[in-house]
């Protein structure tokens, strides 16, 4: 009874060790990501000689919102923001719509050279996009799309990782649901707009995160083809900022700052859908 | 229109009623078969031409399907299937984009052995894929099962870990040349003060030999959280029971890890690995930002193959060279990855 007892109290306590091991394992990770974040924030409300300060301080004595006010003023920064903002929301629309539309038919159609079309994407998944970027660019430049920020739309919009994404989600759905809705008698563009889109939200947010990180942070594709200073993206100013600026450390990081806003609000309106829509498209093989 | 059409139905009845006739006179199973199938698309067509439709039903079915793929497709092929196929033409020839095209065989292959520049870059990338491959997969399978447990701010944790692969790199790189600045930042300035690290020892994390180290650690802490998302899909995956039945027969956390987890998440660890070793031959922007100069320019010690195909195509103009680059990039990924799925084959059997 004694014996059975102890067993049971250390068995207690090694649950509790191996607890506090785990919550001391987390914040010791969180701390790893968070802080160059939280070092950005401080470092952004303060003078250039007060960022490398010794010692430190996390919040300055007197904040320099002006960082954020002279940043405007510096660069375009409001030009790199209109045009990354335009091409972000194009091309991820672009992007959930033909993805899915094309994924729809791939799952629950039957068709002539179904396999053979979707050979062609798989087979592209695994080829690197910079293998083929030059080729890429004399075409575009052929068709009179270098320096505009639609080369990069047709560049970013038609992704086989959206294709497959989507149709793998598509896969997990039953195909007797669509049936059941072609015997009422209903289209198949109404099956797609009734029935699959309203199920896909998951996999949609998730492909969103993708494509809206994706193309926001983008800058080998903006910097082959964007040259102009007024058509260029937030991410090439930035990088023009650092390197005309480069000890201004104040301002650089309340533009980097700035740059990070909208995807970080993006991701944590949709970040609930995201583990579920990562698990659902089969993303995990 | 409507003797015409009479016409048609007429000529379409007399070849399926030979068809028949065929089909019967048939003794070869197989040949029989394919008689069956033609006769049936002709009386189809002959039933759609009764019914005074214009295409079968069949045709029509194709359409629709292919109106569905047609606006996703149509762009690809476009800005990815031909970009492919002319970049594979290109490697063999000599061009500057505007002027006459020269057909150089595989001159611009051999011209890339002696090439000193472009065997650093060789060898960065190998370097770096070899660095973070591994030391990503294990990270991110970690934190993956550690924040499967039921762990208060669960959520949180697993939002905060995906920051990193979030931020755009440009913001992101700043803050790590900031705070590994090799006089002024944080790093340095506590290996001075409090590690008593002499000045001249101190580490210059972005050039010589320390900067692959650099640029592997960074990715690690930015891609993780990416792999620990799939790894958790991964985990959800496997059934409680068997983590039960494994406690029932007194296994340990390792051995419950050995023999249950690793197992289980094979097909996981295989799409990780896969998808980060393609991804990590794409590396350009991460080299270019933490240890290019102002102008972006990389030096030997951090050059990557991407960079160089970059210089070579935008910079001097040599396409055909550039391209030469990209198709070693692109041998090296698809070989990687066809022994990559031979090894799971060889495993699943």
């Given amino acids: 009874m004694n014996n059975k007892e102890k067993k049971f109290r250390s068995q207690k306590r090694n649950a509790l060790i191996g607890k506090i ?41 007197n904040p320099r919102w002006e960082n954020y006010v002279e940043i405007w003023t510096k660069i375009p920064l409001l030009t790199f923001v209109k045009n990354t903002v335009i091409l972000t929301i194009v091309v991820t629309l672009l992007q959930l719509l033909t993805s899915s539309f094309a994924a729809y038919s791939f799952s629950k159609l039957q068709f002539k050279h179904k396999n053979l079309l979707f050979l062609a994407y798989i087979a592209t998944i695994a080829m690197p996009w910079q293998v083929y970027m030059v080729p890429q660019f004399i075409m575009m430049r052929s068709m009179g799309l270098n320096d505009k920020l639609l080369a990069m739309i047709c560049l970013q919009a038609f992704s086989a990782f959206g294709v497959f994404m989507m149709k793998q989600f598509y896969d997990g759905i039953p195909s007797e ?59 090439l100013g930035l990088k023009m900022f650092i390197g005309q600026y480069s000890s201004e450390y104040g301002l650089i990081m309340a533009g980097s700052v700035l740059s990070l806003i909208p995807v970080i609000i993006m991701f944590l309106c949709l970040q609930k859908y995201f583990v579920e829509g990562v698990a659902a498209t089969g993303l995990k093989g | ?195 008593n690290v002499p000045n001249e020892e101190l580490p210059q994390w972005f050039s010589g030999n320390l900067v692959m180290i650099t640029l592997i650690l960074f990715s690690v802490w930015k891609y993780m959280g990416y792999y ?16 039960e039945a494994g406690g029932l027969d007194g296994a340990n956390t390792w051995q419950k890890f050995k023999y249950i987890t690793w197992p289980q998440l094979r097909s996981t660890t295989f799409f990780v690995v896969v998808m980060l070793t393609i991804n990590c031959f794409k590396v350009y922007d991460i080299a270019v930002m933490l240890a290019g100069g102002g102008d972006g320019q990389l030096s030997t010690s951090a050059t990557v193959l991407v960079y160089y195909i970059y210089e070579k195509a935008f910079k001097t103009w040599e396409l055909g060279y550039s391209s030469a680059i990209a198709m070693v990039l692109f041998v090296l990924v698809l070989v990687i990855t066809l022994i990559q799925f031979q090894y799971e084959k060889k495993l699943s059997e």
């Fill in chain 2, 228 to 243: 620990m998302v799939i790894y958790l899909a991964g985990l959800q995956g496997i059934s409680a029971e068997l983590y």
């Fill in chain 1, 177 to 235: 649901l669509c049936e059941a809705a072609r015997i009422d008698g209903m289209s198949e563009y109404k099956i797609y707009a009734k029935i699959m889109l309203p199920l896909s939200k998951p996999s949609l947010s998730t492909l969103t995160i993708f494509t809206f990180v994706n193309t926001w942070n983008d800058y080998l594709g903006p910097l082959i083809y964007l040259r102009s200073e007024e058509k260029k993206t937030i991410q």
């Fill in chain 2, 1 to 195: 229109m409507d003797e015409k059409k009479t016409a048609q139905l007429k000529k379409l009845e007399t070849e399926s009623a030979e068809l028949m006739k065929q089909i019967r006179n048939e003794n070869d199973i197989e040949k029989k078969k394919k008689l069956i199938v033609k006769r049936e698309k002709i009386e189809r067509k002959a039933v759609a031409l009764r019914n005074n439709r214009k295409i079968s039903r069949e045709t029509k079915k194709d359409l629709i399907a292919y109106s569905f793929i047609a606006p996703n497709f149509i762009g690809f092929a476009v800005f990815t299937l031909i970009p492919i196929v002319f970049a594979f033409a290109l490697a063999f020839l000599e061009w500057d984009g505007n002027n006459a095209v020269k057909f150089v065989g595989v001159d611009n292959f051999v011209r890339l052995t002696d090439d000193t520049f472009f065997l650093a870059a060789l060898k960065n990338t190998l370097v770096y894929v070899v660095g973070t491959v591994p030391l990503t997969m294990i990270a991110s399978l970690a934190l993956a099962i550690v924040l499967n447990q039921k762990v208060k701010f669960r959520g949180v944790f697993r939002t905060v870990a995906f920051f990193p692969y979030v931020a755009s790199l440009v913001a992101i790189t700043a803050v790590w040349k900031m705070i590994f600045h090799p006089s002024k930042g944080p790093i340095n300035a506590f290996l001075y003060y409090v590690m």
């Fill in chain 1, 21 to 61: 091991c785990i919550y001391a394992i987390l914040i010791i990770i969180t701390a790893l990501f968070l802080v160059p974040f939280l070092w950005m924030l401080s470092a952004s409300f303060k003078t250039d000689r007060e960022v490398f300060a010794i010692p430190m301080q996390w919040i300055p004595d």
